[in-house]
């Protein structure tokens, strides 16, 4: 079944053979890969051919045109299909009509062009008229062609058509477009033309070929229209891939009521169950089912309907999915009860879904356990970590209404009725739900913003609830009884209004509405971690845990937890952590009863005063560390020295300054202002321009080394009383902000002597190491790691101080770069790609942490490295972690099972 | 003459043949060195040896203490110096005494422990009273060499000592020491024993080898007393070099009035006038005429005294100037009528001095220009700039008091009577005169904060002197009207008293010592620089600008300057800048007239409105740019864009928040009122947690493009006004904080559409370049510099990002990390070794530095790269920046002669 390549750049299919396959994605996209593998297999497809996605380069450099040779190969093409379907493009006897469609190597789910009926003019509708003896479907389908041709390729505003169909409905008083006769429609194609020409001053092209390479020129140019871009930043889709185009002769789903057209799954993406889940239409054209215009019927409905079909879609279904090895989704049109393939793919799914299928599939011996784990995404595993609604609470809630369940979790929020008003409200910090009669392509940046989706309209295969269960957003669709008043600003159930701004709750696992804001409860996942489920009634937990298992053998990255207290370290533990990333002691400080300390110490005169707080202090952090010791169950535990600037422990400046400032007008109060006087001496002593880069991290162990001491002290005493209880302690203190190997030196030196008194003849093995989170460290890391014993990368900071941003400060900038673009080398790209903070910048920030490494191990071959920074959760860093050779990353509790699965899956993309 | 090695640690030197030679100063330091090449060449040197530096270093690792192999080579060297000198070690008959002395690679004077006399004891006392038949010599002798040894040795402090002399003197009522008699000193020895076993528990040492490897050991323990690591860290001398130990027999200038001993130089130091210049006192031991406790006589009163010895002198000097082709400074000591050199080396001078002296010795054909401009070191060429006073203004002043002047320039400031209290005040921000008996190594920190030093004895070979010279501080020796008085705070000239805080004036050209602050003016060169004084009538500036000119043809980097107005770069190219390096333009906002529009301009609240008061600006700017383009006559200028956070335009937020508050309480002005909670408003959205890494430099250009489109018109419709006057413009637009390639490209096509629209079809060359300022720039730089026409290196915000210090707010920190010690690989080192603001932290920022170069280059092969960072101007950084490849520096205005002549020094350093 091997590729035969006829050519460069043009891929034909048809009459069961194919140019391209399946695996060819890359050059023919996604959708045109499947057309050619269906076409190899036997599968029931319209013959076409695939412009290959390096045409859409090769368009953008030449100027935003196809290039002579490409079109001749298209030309040869174009015959080679009216020779395959023995009809004539133009002909006005037997016309060829196609489909014109983009298809990227990765699905963008409506986000480009697309052209139905290409190849209709006057003299061609006249050719369908007779053939179909459908006067009326042929009137219909040229109008469908005018209005998406002249919306796509000529720009005229589609509203402008759809008052003019509007208004005839009115003359004709029928409401729906179904019911307008083929008088109607004919005379309504008059109108449309006229509109093209007063718009465009030219008349409606007639040439079926200058039809096509327009078409196909506004296909790559939809490859860059706003929401393909903000889509492709949404899911990390480089822009240089380009979309292919596909050119497929028509088969009409909208000929009658022998014919339809479908989508369908060939399992549940909602609840990962194997059972066949489609939805059709009859009488209608594809985009109808999709764009969730009219809610199509459920496949088991076809059963009375059209069982012969029913049964076709059923096997194809089967054969499809044995043969790509995946749950696929699939597109179907119904021509007088003939079933045809127009598209298959891998069907996007559920976080629950994903891995409830990926499970199954091992079972079913379908596929491996390698490719369970790269079949379930990161962002997957963290819908078994969503909330749900509390039962108790939701049973006080009646039910406003019923819609379909279509991506899964429990949401509340602020009603939202379009996209703008949702990323308005989310700006505000409120949680939203976007209530729309249905959803379109140009709504992905309210998606985006919203906590959840409800649509009026649209099935479980509609845009909303596709995009909805990609995003990972709470989703109910084809919630029928609702009606969308944009004007009032409401929407109805019957007699019940709900305005924007009211809040509603939705169940995405049972398409249930409610009124109001009820609490959400932990996931099943979590009830189980937490003890409040019994692990064998979750059949989620189930999944959730057996993928993670599987991921553990697979992956080489250790996963450690950031955690400051007991409670959120045993949590970690429970979540599979190996240890303790990052234990922040200052955190320990903030606490009620101690600020109060800290202050004190820290607003002592001098060293001996400073120790007498530092000593109560030292009692309770020795506290902390026994739990914390006693947590990990012999795991390491990487307990960081003071870092913050300790001003963030006095009171706030300004206040203070307002303060003194009242007290000095009122003279009321001589003591106090004296007392306040003071304080904000001290205050003003400590106050920084720039605290980031300013008395903070070892720079206050080494000017206050009393402050390290005590820390150092009740680690030690801590450990050896938990070795006491016979568990192992593995403390490895970690010495912030280090920029010289002097500094961290002098720091270790005090924690060696310190052990050396604490500790006696008693073992306790202990690391010393250092962050490497300044850039000076990263070039001196060869000098350092002569001291230190491991190194981990403060990836926050660090990416602070490589980039010069002020986390605090920097949002204002960094949002703008990632709206702004800018040519370099003839691309647009915008100025910032991802924010720094999110994601690893690997090109700058990940430069300085390869060149720490290198370093790094050149004087200590086995350096143990590791990163603590928010990056640690993120699993494209993770990825980059893996790949330069990290030991182990940490990260907050929640986030760890999403490491160990990231780790496992880049440890087999290596493989 | 070539070095003969008899072994592997230990060099002798005596009767015209040396182990080692003049070249070997790494070896045998300054001193051995002297001492050899001397004896090799016929000068009457008195015999002995030289332990090498080396075995400093063994000491320290040796735990302290000499090894055995060692103590052999020095023991078979004594027997040598005895049979050398026909003398024995602890002979009673005729003993042979020995000086034990500290001589580094580099002169440290005083600053490590010197012992002389030793080998006597009680029984050698009476071999030289017989062979001198002097007993008052004798016991003098002794005790001195009991009270210097017992200090430095024994550490037995030696204010016992001098309290146990000063009551014998009471006693026998005398007032000097050279009034007390045989018999007094003779008891005084038995005094000065009972001290030494009373403190020590034990007898004074009798065994003169015993005695002589303590005496080592204690010089080697020298090394690393709190005064030479202090003198190191101030003349960047590595602590690593050690020092060496020379141990010579004793010639005497104490045994009467036809001995002596004195210090000359073979030039004069302070002037660099070519005569012999030299003190000496009669009857006396060296250490005295250094100390500065007597004051000596000048070396013409010795043709009086000692005519026959006087011309041995004269004749001396001229050999030894010829021999080494330098400058010498060389020690003395007259034994009955002997002359016998101690040392020589190349003389310290004041900056004016050398220069001169640099210069003649070119006339006089001893060395080439090369030299010359390797014998002035940039601090050097300070002096010439350094103020004078004013004449007229010092016409009004009355002298208190005259010296001897010591060290040039022209100093006020307020009285310190002593080193500690000379710190303190200089802390406080005060102008600082030491004015002490005499200075001793003790004080050089006082000195380092003092901006000149008055002594009332000490001849201009004193301690004060000469390091006064060294250090640049203005220096007035030897005012022996003045009496100090510590106990009360004052010192008196006569009836006159100046306290401890009141002002004096110093001139250290005259010596004159004035009452009062009295203003200073322009040095000669500036005058000249400045047309009010003739070129033709400085020998000053002659000097000044014949070093400048041999430096320009030796140098390869180009010297730009830091300049914002006009003036500034008048001077600078005066001084002999090829351009501007670095104009700032927010300076240029500040002005009284500016700041106002600059205020409107940011408050307001949207573009178009802040587009009518940067038209303002515009105009503002423009002038600004002709000006510059103009004074530049043809030279490139490089503008950076505006580049500080909007707040510091603002008015101070803390005043306004109090502001508002007083009004708040006080209730009566609810307009003004309202206004200032409005101005708040728009301050506090500005208002930023680090402004450092906040929204500035390009990021200002980028979010308000209206910025830069404001400032780039403003350059081309200056340049094209300016090139209309047949100037030739050649602007180098700087684009601040670059971290992104798309950030560099963003800005620069703002300026090339700026350009094109401007200037038209007339040509003006200009170049779009970036500052590399933060850590990311460098790791990308190849990116960038495929865009961007130059580099320049804009090493503050660098270090502060590379390091994480804020320079606003470290100086807490790192003043601590300068003094605080770590140990390092068995070495005590500094945790900082140097301010990295100060000079180019090479181990970090210098990577980053030559990674950006590289990185720079690789795509850009010709690409010029600067610097324009405050280090620009600091030698040592720019010695880096030539070695690194960049094309040139920018520093201040008055940093340029400087900077030229550290490029030609470099530049010479690697032929």
């Given at each position: 079944m091997?590729?035969k390549?006829?050519?460069?750049?043009?891929?034909?299919?048809?009459?069961?053979?194919?140019?391209?396959?399946?695996?060819?994605?890359?050059?023919?996209?996604?959708?045109?890969?499947?057309?050619?593998?269906?076409?190899?297999?036997?599968?029931?497809?319209?013959?076409?051919?695939?412009?290959?996605?390096?045409v859409?380069?090769?368009?953008?450099?030449?100027?935003?045109?196809?290039p002579?040779?490409?079109?001749?190969?298209?030309?040869?093409?174009?015959?080679?299909?009216?020779?395959?379907?023995k009809?004539?493009?133009?002909?006005?006897?037997?016309?060829?009509?196609?489909?014109?469609?983009?298809?990227?190597?990765?699905?963008?789910?409506?986000?480009?062009?697309?052209?139905?009926?290409?190849?209709?003019?006057?003299?061609?509708?006249?050719?369908?008229?007779?053939?179909?003896?459908?006067?009326?479907?042929?009137?219909?389908?040229?109008?469908?062609?005018?209005?998406?041709?002249?919306?796509?390729?000529?720009?005229?505003?589609?509203?402008?058509?759809?008052?003019?169909?509007?208004?005839?409905?009115?003359?004709?008083?029928?409401?729906?477009?179904?019911?307008?006769?083929?008088?109607?429609?004919?005379?309504?194609?008059q109108?449309?033309?006229?509109?093209?020409?007063?718009?465009?001053?030219?008349?409606?092209?007639?040439?079926?070929?200058?039809?096509?390479?327009?078409?196909?020129?506004?296909?790559?140019?939809?490859?860059?229209?706003?929401?393909?871009?903000?889509?492709?930043?949404?899911?990390?889709?480089?822009?240089?891939?380009?979309?292919?185009?596909?050119?497929?002769?028509?088969?009409?789903?909208?000929?009658?009521?022998?014919?339809?057209?479908?989508?369908?799954?060939?399992?549940?993406?909602?609840?990962?169950?194997?059972?066949?889940?489609a939805?059709?239409?009859?009488?209608?054209?594809?985009?109808?089912?999709?764009?969730?215009?009219?809610?199509?019927?459920?496949?088991k409905?076809?059963?009375?309907?059209?069982?012969?079909?029913h049964?076709?879609?059923?096997?194809t279904?089967?054969?499809?999915?044995?043969?790509?090895?995946?749950?696929?989704?699939?597109?179907?049109?119904?021509?007088?009860?003939?079933l045809?393939?127009?598209?298959?793919?891998?069907?996007?799914?559920?976080?629950?879904?994903?891995?409830?299928?990926?499970?199954?599939?091992?079972?079913?011996?379908?596929?491996?356990?390698?490719?369970?784990?790269?079949?379930v995404?990161?962002e997957?595993?963290?819908?078994?970590?969503?909330?749900?609604?509390?039962?108790?609470?939701?049973?006080?809630?009646?039910?406003?209404?019923?819609?379909?369940?279509?991506?899964?979790?429990?949401?509340?929020?602020?009603?939202?009725l379009?996209?703008?008003?949702?990323?308005?409200?989310?700006?505000?910090?409120?949680?939203v739900?976007?209530?729309?009669?249905?959803?379109?392509?140009?709504?992905?940046?309210?998606?985006?913003?919203?906590?959840?989706?409800?649509?009026?309209?649209?099935?479980?295969?509609?845009?909303?609830?596709?995009?909805?269960?990609?995003?990972?957003?709470v989703?109910?669709?084809?919630?029928?009884?609702?009606?969308?008043?944009?004007?009032?600003?409401?929407?109805?159930?019957?007699?019940?209004?709900?305005?924007?701004?009211?809040?509603?709750?939705?169940?995405?696992?049972?398409?249930?509405?409610?009124?109001?804001?009820?609490?959400?409860?932990?996931?099943?996942?979590?009830?189980?971690?937490?003890?409040?489920?019994?692990?064998?009634?979750?059949?989620?937990?189930?999944?959730?845990?057996?993928?993670?298992?599987?991921?553990?053998?697979?992956?080489?990255?250790?996963?450690?937890?950031?955690?400051?207290?007991?409670?959120?370290?045993?949590?970690?533990?429970?979540?599979?952590?190996?240890?303790?990333?990052?234990?922040?002691?200052e955190?320990?400080?903030?606490?009620?009863?101690?600020?109060?300390?800290?202050?004190?110490?820290?607003?002592?005169?001098?060293?001996?005063?400073?120790?007498?707080?530092?000593?109560?202090?030292?009692?309770?952090?020795?506290?902390?560390?026994?739990g914390?010791?006693?947590?990990?169950?012999?795991?390491?535990?990487?307990?960081?020295?003071l870092?913050?600037?300790?001003?963030?422990?006095?009171?706030?400046?300004?206040?203070?300054?307002?303060?003194?400032k009242?007290?000095?007008?009122?003279?009321?109060?001589?003591?106090?202002?004296?007392?306040?006087?003071?304080?904000?001496?001290?205050?003003?002593?400590l106050?920084?321009?720039?605290?980031?880069?300013?008395?903070?991290?070892?720079?206050?162990?080494?000017?206050?080394?009393?402050?390290?001491?005590?820390?150092?002290?009740?680690?030690?005493?801590?450990?050896?009383?938990?070795?006491?209880?016979?568990?192992?302690?593995?403390?490895?203190?970690?010495?912030?902000?280090?920029?010289?190997?002097?500094?961290?030196?002098?720091?270790?030196?005090?924690?060696?002597?310190?052990?050396?008194?604490?500790?006696?003849?008693?073992?306790?093995?202990?690391?010393v190491?250092?962050?490497?989170?300044?850039?000076?460290?990263?070039?001196?890391?060869?000098?350092?790691?002569?001291?230190?014993?491991?190194?981990?990368?403060?990836?926050?900071?660090?990416?602070?101080?490589?980039f010069?941003?002020?986390?605090?400060?920097?949002?204002?900038f960094?949002?703008?770069?990632?709206?702004?673009?800018?040519?370099?080398?003839?691309?647009?790209?915008?100025?910032?790609?991802?924010?720094?903070?999110?994601?690893?910048?690997?090109?700058?920030?990940?430069?300085?942490?390869?060149?720490?490494?290198?370093?790094g191990?050149?004087?200590?071959?086995?350096?143990?490295?590791?990163?603590?920074?928010?990056?640690?959760?993120?699993?494209?860093?993770?990825?980059?972690?893996?790949?330069?050779?990290?030991?182990?990353?940490?990260?907050?509790?929640?986030?760890?099972?999403?490491?160990?699965?990231?780790?496992?899956?880049?440890?087999?993309?290596?493989?």
């Open positions: 091997g590729a390549k006829n050519n460069n750049f043009v891929y034909f299919f048809g009459n069961k053979k194919a140019d391209g396959k399946g695996s060819m994605k890359e050059v023919l996209g996604g959708k045109g890969a499947g057309l050619a593998e269906m076409t190899e297999i036997g599968i029931n497809v319209p013959p076409g051919f695939t412009i290959s996605t390096a859409c380069g090769i368009f953008y450099e030449n100027k935003k045109s196809i002579a040779e490409i079109i001749d190969e298209i030309t040869k093409n174009i015959i080679k299909l009216e020779s395959s379907t009809k004539g493009f133009g002909d006005s006897k037997n016309p060829l009509l196609v489909s014109v469609r983009s298809g990227a190597m990765f699905s963008m789910p409506g986000m480009m062009d697309t052209i139905l009926n290409l190849g209709l003019n006057d003299k061609t509708v006249q050719g369908i008229i007779k053939k179909t003896n459908n006067p009326r479907f042929a009137w219909d389908s040229y109008r469908r062609f005018i209005q998406m041709f002249s919306d796509v390729v000529l720009k005229v505003n589609k509203d402008i058509f759809e008052d003019k169909l509007e208004s005839i409905k009115k003359k004709k008083n029928v409401k729906h477009d179904v019911d307008l006769d083929e008088n109607a429609l004919k005379s309504l194609v109108e449309y033309k006229k509109i093209v020409k007063n718009k465009t001053g030219k008349n409606f092209p007639q040439n079926p070929s200058d039809q096509l390479f327009k078409a196909i020129n506004a296909v790559f140019l939809s490859w860059n229209n706003q929401r393909a871009i903000f889509y492709r930043k949404q899911y990390d889709i480089p822009s240089e891939i380009g979309t292919a185009v596909n050119v497929q002769s028509m088969v009409f789903g909208n000929m009658g009521d022998d014919c339809g057209t479908g989508v369908g799954f060939t399992r549940d993406p909602l609840s990962g169950e194997k059972e066949l889940f939805e059709y239409l009859l009488n209608a054209q594809g985009e109808d089912v999709v764009a969730g215009i009219r809610t199509p019927k459920n496949i409905t076809m059963q009375r309907e059209l069982r012969k079909v049964s076709q879609i059923e096997n279904a089967k054969i499809l999915e044995k043969h790509f090895r995946d749950m696929q989704d699939f597109e179907f049109t119904i021509e007088n009860e003939k045809y393939l127009l598209q298959t793919r891998s069907g996007k799914r559920s976080g629950i879904a994903a891995a409830k299928i990926a499970c199954d599939m091992v079972k079913e011996t379908l596929i491996s356990k390698d490719e369970a784990v790269l079949r995404e990161p997957h595993l963290e819908q078994f970590l969503f909330p749900i609604f509390n039962p108790d609470d939701k049973k006080k809630f009646e039910i406003l209404t019923k819609g379909l369940a279509a991506s899964p979790g429990a949401a509340s929020g602020k009603v939202a379009d996209a703008q008003t949702a990323v308005e409200l989310s700006k505000k910090g409120e949680r739900i976007l209530v729309t009669k249905e959803t379109s392509p140009d709504d992905i940046h309210g998606m985006a913003a919203a906590a959840g989706v409800l649509t009026a309209r649209g099935g479980r295969t509609s845009h909303a609830a596709v995009v909805g269960r990609q995003m990972g957003k989703c109910v669709v084809g919630a029928e009884e609702i009606k969308v008043n944009i004007k009032e600003r409401n929407f109805t159930v019957f007699d019940k209004i709900v305005n924007e701004g009211d809040y509603i709750s939705i169940d995405g696992f049972e398409g249930k509405v409610f009124p109001g804001d009820i609490p959400v409860v932990a996931s099943e996942v979590i009830q189980v971690m937490q003890g409040n489920m019994k692990e064998i009634s979750s059949e989620r937990y189930k999944i959730f845990s057996t993928i993670l298992k599987w991921a553990d053998s697979f992956r080489k990255l250790n996963i450690r937890t950031n955690a400051d207290v007991p409670a959120d370290a045993a949590t970690a533990i429970k979540f599979g952590a190996e240890g303790i990333g990052l234990c922040r002691t955190h320990m400080f903030f606490a009620e009863d101690r600020i109060k300390i800290m202050q004190e110490m820290i607003l002592s005169k001098n060293s001996s005063e400073r120790i007498v707080h530092l000593d109560k202090l030292k009692k309770m952090q020795k506290e902390d560390f026994i914390l010791f006693t947590s990990m169950e012999g795991f390491p535990c990487t307990i960081r020295l870092d913050p600037p300790l001003h963030e422990f006095l009171p706030n400046r300004e206040d203070l300054m307002l303060e003194i009242e007290l000095q007008i009122k003279e009321d109060n001589a003591i106090l202002l004296k007392e306040k006087i003071e304080l904000l001496e001290r205050v003003e002593e106050h920084e321009f720039n605290p980031m880069l300013g008395l903070r991290g070892c720079r206050l162990g080494i000017t206050m080394p009393e402050i390290t001491k005590m820390q150092v002290q009740a680690i030690f005493e801590a450990a050896i009383e938990v070795e006491k209880k016979k568990i192992k302690v593995l403390p490895e203190i970690m010495i912030p902000l280090v920029g010289m190997v002097t500094e961290f030196k002098y720091q270790k030196d005090i924690v060696d002597e310190i052990a050396k008194k604490i500790v006696g003849k008693k073992k306790i093995n202990y690391l190491g250092t962050m490497i989170e300044v850039p000076r460290a990263a070039a001196v890391a060869d000098k350092i790691a002569k001291e230190a014993e491991f190194f981990s990368f403060g990836t926050n900071d660090l990416t602070q101080t490589v010069a941003y002020s986390r605090d400060d920097a949002a204002k960094i949002n703008k770069y990632l709206e702004t673009k800018v040519n370099i080398d003839g691309k647009d790209i915008e100025i910032l790609e991802k924010d720094p903070f999110t994601s690893i910048d690997r090109d700058g920030v990940g430069e300085f942490m390869k060149l720490g490494l290198s370093k191990r050149s004087s200590r071959k086995n350096l143990k490295i590791g990163i603590c920074g928010e990056h640690g959760g993120d699993p494209s860093s993770i990825e980059f972690c893996h790949n330069i050779g990290l030991n182990y990353v940490s990260c907050s509790p929640f986030r760890v099972p999403i490491a160990r699965l990231a780790a496992a899956r880049v440890a087999l993309k290596n493989k």
